[in-house]
């Protein structure tokens, strides 16, 4: 079932309206109900911002579904959603919304006349939607993409996820490194947004290679990640620190790094394993001047 988003609204911290916009909203009853549960709303979500002081995603589970709010100061974003089932959905939205609104009003909002005239922001209503509409069809396309990502990748990035996914997986394990090693050309110098990118398409990528080998009873337990790794690389199971040690690292052959920079591998290991409760952080690298890459293996 698709996920419905009923209403889109962004305020400012003090609790003047920006932009109200309706998406899946039909029933003059439910607009009423929201309109009803939302006067509150902003005041309330405002004082607990001031006393817990977090910037965080949160959702809130209310009678007649989910209010999901991200803070950005001064500006609160609110998603209301019909259902818990709707929740991860609205994570993501909201968080392209506040990225997509910060891109085009963030020098606005400093200005002091920013919150008079707020005809201003009603262009937005259609970015909204358009956002909205995308994200419905990648959902829609790609049911267990979601999954996969985290809070907040810019949206265009999340095609990239996609599309050099299905590279990845479908060209395993022959082209995997080159695909992986020309990754950087699609960042520019967003080097952060490139570490959070790799790092979610090396989990695509590591549980669909598993899933597509089509054999149930194997347990992909660290014995056969390790077979899986040096496919693509030359890997030992380090037992004893519980810890994939990659001796002769494909990604970061002849690069220097002052940071761990193979983030396909962490996310890859984490994916094969398909274990939501272990993590996976690169603790050693080539790159920085280690010895050898190693990903550590812990749970959350």
């Known amino acids: ?15 003047i309206p920006i932009i109200s ?12 109900s929201f309109e009803d549960l939302f006067g509150g709303f902003s005041s ?28 950005k100061k001064p500006i609160i974003f609110v998603v209301f959603a019909d259902s818990l089932a709707s929740e991860y959905f609205a994570k993501i939205l909201v968080k392209q919304i506040e990225y997509e609104f910060f891109q085009e009003y963030g020098e606005l909002l400093m200005q002091d006349d920013a919150y008079i005239r ?21 959902d829609s ?24 996914g299905e590279d990845i997986i479908r060209k395993y394990p022959h082209a995997t490194i080159k695909l992986v090693r020309d990754l950087p050309l699609y960042f520019e110098d967003n080097i952060e947004i490139q570490h959070l990118v790799e790092r979610t398409i090396g989990r695509y990528a590591g549980f669909h290679i598993i899933e597509r080998m089509g054999d149930e009873t194997i347990i992909m337990d660290q014995k056969n990640i390790s077979k899986l790794l040096n496919e693509i690389s030359v890997c030992k199971y380090d037992k004893k620190h519980d810890a994939f040690n990659i001796i002769l690292c494909p990604i970061c052959r002849g690069r220097t790094s002052d940071r761990p920079m193979c983030d396909f591998f962490s ?7 398909r274990n939501p409760s272990m993590q996976v952080e690169e603790v050693r690298c080539k ?5 050898f890459c190693r990903f550590q293996l812990s749970r959350k």
């Open 267 to 273: 996310g890859f290991i984490e994916g094969a394993l």
């Open 44 to 71: 309330a979500i405002n004082s607990l911002i001031q006393q817990l002081g977090h910037k965080e995603l949160r959702s809130i589970e209310v009678e007649n579904g989910i209010l999901v709010y991200s803070f």
């Open 118 to 138: 707020g005809e201003r922001y009603l262009g937005f209503k259609s970015t909204i939607n358009t956002l909205y509409e995308q994200m419905l069809q990648i």
């Open 287 to 291: 790159a920085r001047g280690d010895e």
């Open 141 to 164: 396309k790609f049911p267990r993409l979601l999954e996969f990502l985290p809070a907040f990748i810019p949206l265009h990035y999340i095609y990239v996820v996609v599309n050099l």
């Open 1 to 15: 079932m698709a996920p419905k988003i009923n209403a889109v609204h962004i305020i400012h911290q003090d609790g």
């Open 21 to 32: 916009s309706r998406l899946s909203v039909h029933k003059a009853s439910e607009v009423k």
